[in-house]
């Protein structure tokens, strides 16, 4: 579930759970505060792009993605803006399971047996270059362009003066790890700008280290107005969320009588930023971020060996977070049909590649993908096992189909 960033069996920050828990178990946020919240706020906000200096906490993802949605459409109601309530996201993207996130999120599957969702969820194209339109498919820049421009087209069809915000992960997760082609993020900016849409950054897998950085923006070098975290902030030992939001969003309701009506009862729990704050510690001590990047070029070349499987079609990502697409034709990439899917992915594989001792993620929204998302502290060796059981489990795979 790309949480474990420091690894387990981390005795000091379990302990540093159990030191909050003795001391003070549980105090709420909702017109109060407890010091691990202020510190770990004040520790996010120095970390954060930009002047992304408001922190908001949630216990997990899908309510960061709900309270970004929320503040959003509160926000723009409050400077006199009431009609800007739809939100632009990719096609195949994930944004968790709550109504809201469900509404932003662009899998059909998912959402079917929920609806009618909350109005305003609006798709736009994603950055899979391995299955770009052929018009750009052998230019990436000019992909990048097109799929971003998308953007700027579905604010013009659905009228600008509608529009609160679009929702993009740095890297996307859901079909497989697709990064953003060079010049992307630079012209998502430009176009927020230009029709006063806010940019949110939804880095509930990319945050803390997963590209290399503690915010997967900083990676690919554009500032959002609002970044929404969870996962890694704890690295799986406790659960936390929340969202940076930025001083300008923040200013209507510092400085008038408005307020920000939205708060969870273990929205920042104590024990939780105890371990966050913990967490965070591993990362200076042992500058995860830089092992990270002094190793991402191995880890790619490692895994890039697979190419000569005839199963592999692609493999893609930054930083250690990697997808690698299985196809049934490497010529034509022809993809499986889904009952392919369901007997290669949950027939064999997911407990093939268990058994050999292999734990990650095999998934088919979108096209059928094996996703990887190690610990930061992985070296070398570590590399190299992945690759040998994978070659060994795909080998068995195609053998099989």
């Not at 908001?56 to 993802?61: A, P």
């Not at 009609?83 to 096609?91: A, E, T």
């Not at 079917?112 to 798709?123: A, S």
């Not at 034509?332 to 734990?359: H, Y």
Request: charged share 20%.
């Amino acid at each position: 579930m790309f949480v474990s960033q420091i690894g387990h069996g981390r005795k000091e920050v379990a302990e540093a759970g159990a030191r909050q828990g003795s001391e003070l178990a549980y105090f709420p946020l909702w017109s109060y505060a407890h010091p691990r919240a202020i510190e770990l706020a004040e520790r996010l906000a120095d970390l954060a792009p930009g002047n992304l200096n408001r922190v908001f906490f949630t216990t997990s993802g899908s309510e960061a993605v709900e309270a970004a949605w929320k503040l959003a459409k509160q926000y723009f109601k409050t400077v006199g803006e009431p009609g800007r309530y739809k939100v632009i996201s990719r096609d195949i993207a994930y944004h968790g399971t709550s109504m809201g996130a469900l509404a932003i999120t662009g899998l059909a599957g998912i959402k079917e047996p929920f609806e009618p969702l909350p109005p305003g969820g609006i798709r736009v194209p994603n950055t899979n270059f391995y299955r770009a339109p052929d018009f750009v498919a052998g230019d990436l820049a000019g992909f990048g362009r097109w799929a971003a421009d998308e953007i700027e087209r579905a604010i013009l069809r659905e009228g600008p003066e509608t529009v609160a915000a679009v929702f993009l992960e740095p890297l996307q997760n859901s079909g497989g790890c697709f990064p953003p082609p060079p010049g992307y993020f630079a012209r998502v900016r430009e176009i927020c700008d230009r029709y006063g849409v806010l940019l949110v950054s939804d880095e509930v897998i990319c945050a803390f280290g997963r590209l290399g950085y503690y915010f997967g923006s900083q990676r690919y070098g554009y500032q959002p107005d609002i970044i929404t975290f969870a996962k890694g902030v704890t690295s799986g030992y406790s659960p936390l969320g929340g969202m940076l939001v930025s001083d300008r969003l923040m200013e209507p309701f510092a400085t008038g009588h408005a307020s920000f009506l939205h708060g969870v009862t273990f929205a920042g729990h104590p024990v939780s930023c105890a371990v966050a704050l913990a967490n965070l510690d591993v990362f200076e001590k042992e500058d995860l971020l830089g092992n990270v990047r002094a190793n991402e070029a191995g880890f790619r070349a490692t895994l890039q060996k697979l190419n000569d499987l005839p199963i592999v079609g692609d493999v893609r990502g930054d930083g250690y977070f990697y997808g690698i697409e299985l196809v049934k034709d490497k010529a034509t990439r022809e993809t499986f049909s889904d009952d392919e899917s369901e007997r290669l992915l949950r027939g064999f594989l997911s407990q093939a590649l268990f058994e050999a001792g292999l734990v990650c993620r095999a998934d088919d929204r979108g096209d059928p993908v094996i996703q990887l998302s190690p610990p930061l502290t992985c070296t070398q060796e570590h590399f190299d096992e992945i690759e040998q059981i994978l070659r060994s489990v795909l080998t068995e795979a195609w053998a099989r189909l």
